[in-house]
């Protein structure tokens, strides 16, 4: 790791207990960099893991919807806005009492009564 001009710095007091400790020397040594490059280091791979787009939870829900929907044939949701959340509206009704025909249900050839 290159060496970095530092303009401001502040120090940091951390408590470790033993084994932290070990294992800062531990990778201080193999990394050949004082404790204070691998804190540094480690405050970076945290960060970097943190804002990664993999982990990221917004940008892990692109390509779900696709997922969801195989099997099943596509519909231009936005243009068919109303009719889609109509359908899926309808579908959680009841079924009509036999002899009853239910209100705004599908007339012939699909299409749908004003309201």
Do not use: F, N
């Not at 044939?73 to 936005?78: C, E, I, Q």
């Not at 009704?93 to 249900?105: I, Q």
């Amino acid at each position: 790791m290159t060496r970095r001009r530092v303009r401001e710095t502040a120090p940091l007091q951390v408590y470790l207990v033993a084994d932290e400790r070990e294992r800062l020397e531990r990778l201080a040594d193999q990394l050949d960099a004082s404790k204070s490059d691998v804190v540094r280091r480690g405050l970076l791979a945290l960060e970097r893991e943190l804002l990664s787009p993999a982990a990221h939870p917004a940008l892990r829900l692109i390509g779900i919807a696709d997922a969801e929907s195989a099997g099943v044939s596509p519909t231009d949701a936005a243009r068919e806005h109303d009719a889609v959340l109509a359908d899926a509206e309808e579908t959680a009704w009841p079924p009509p009492a036999p002899g009853r025909a239910s209100r705004g249900a599908k007339r012939p050839g699909g299409k749908r009564r004003a309201r």
